[in-house]
Nanobody, 124 residues
Framework: QVQLVESGGGLAQAGGSLRLSCAAPGRTFSGSAMGWFRQAPGKEREFVASISWSGGNTLYADSVKGRFTISRDNAKNLVYLQMNSLKPEDTAVYYC?????????????????WGQGTQVTVSS
């Protein structure tokens, strides 16, 4: 089982910010688009953001566009999710994933490897 490793989750107030990080083995990171998904209690896992292998193209869910920013550092095998203007409805476990392809995609099936998740809780 190959797992990516997320960090940076925690508690924030509404309107606050958090930055999530994801470390991936080179064999899963190299050549792969990366994505962030989240799952709230009692809800299905949903797409949040994706970034291409080159970092030149990004895709965001409508619910987070303008508030969240995905980025990557290929020299360090790291991907980030900067979350600003947080809302209580952003509360969820956030998962990092490595795609089967180099281009951005919101489809869970396109992601081959997944992290264990990190909890983000936003209070009102």
């Amino acid at each position: 089982q190959v797992q990516l490793v997320e960090s940076g989750g925690g508690l924030a107030q509404a309107g606050g910010s958090l930055r999530l990080s994801c470390a991936a083995p080179g064999r899963t990171f190299s050549g792969s688009a990366m994505g962030w998904f989240r799952q709230a209690p009692g809800k299905e896992r949903e797409f949040v953001a994706s970034i291409s292998w080159s970092g030149g193209n990004t895709l965001y869910a409508d619910s987070v566009k303008g508030r969240f920013t995905i980025s990557r550092d290929n020299a360090k095998n790291l991907v980030y999710l900067q979350m600003n203007s947080l809302k209580p409805e952003d509360t969820a476990v956030y998962y990092c994933a490595a795609s089967r392809q180099a281009v951005v995609t919101p489809t869970p099936w396109d992601y081959r490897y997944w992290g264990q998740g990190t909890q983000v809780t936003v209070s009102s």
